[in-house]
């Protein structure tokens, strides 16, 4: 690889590097004020919320991918005109085809990643995800619930107007089972 290309593709990349860290960054940090509410108010782990950011950040990844290509290319074009560089090099005889090839490879590296995300760590991600959530759920039952609020789960809407989340105890309670359309069923508790 000739030293122009070389130097086309290390501006390309680095400003693809950072838009890459900038719009994950900001996408993991718009989810994470969501979650740092389980931790904090609702006694889920560290460890569990940890697995939840590490399964979603391939969703995160398939947005970013294509936008931080966008971004690095455009901004490595408008430094490299912005200091004249290019001027120099048509002024010295580089046809402008000559950024074609580090262009090109750019790009089928960053389309074959985005390959890999979508058809690889996608799934993977929605499959952990799952697992984890319902890990959640199951070591903390009262993780989702708000109280003093009608929760909806599937087909049952559950109302507690005390939930001590530390515990899962419920105080209050009102369960909708509408799981048959027969028998429809209304469950009133003090505790739960």
Known sequence: ??????????????????????????????????????????????????????????????????????????????RLCGDSEVIVMRASGISLLRFIAPLSLFALVVGGSGL????????????????????????????GLTEGIFNKIGQLTLYAEKIDYRTGDLSKVIVDDKRDDAQRKVVIAKKG
């Open 1 to 78: 690889m000739k030293i122009l290309s070389r130097y086309v593709l290390k501006e390309i990349a680095s400003f693809f590097a950072i838009s890459l860290l900038t719009f994950t960054g900001l996408l993991l940090t718009i989810r994470m004020l969501r979650l740092t509410s389980l931790i904090v108010n609702r006694g889920v782990e560290f460890g569990q919320i940890g697995t939840v950011f590490f399964a979603i950040i391939p969703t995160f990844l398939e947005i970013a991918l294509p936008m931080s290509t966008l971004l690095g290319v455009m901004l490595a074009f408008a």
């Open 116 to 143: 890999f995300v979508s058809c690889v760590l996608r799934p993977w991600g929605f499959a952990t995800l799952s697992t984890a959530l319902f890990d959640i759920a199951r070591s903390k039952s009262t993780s």
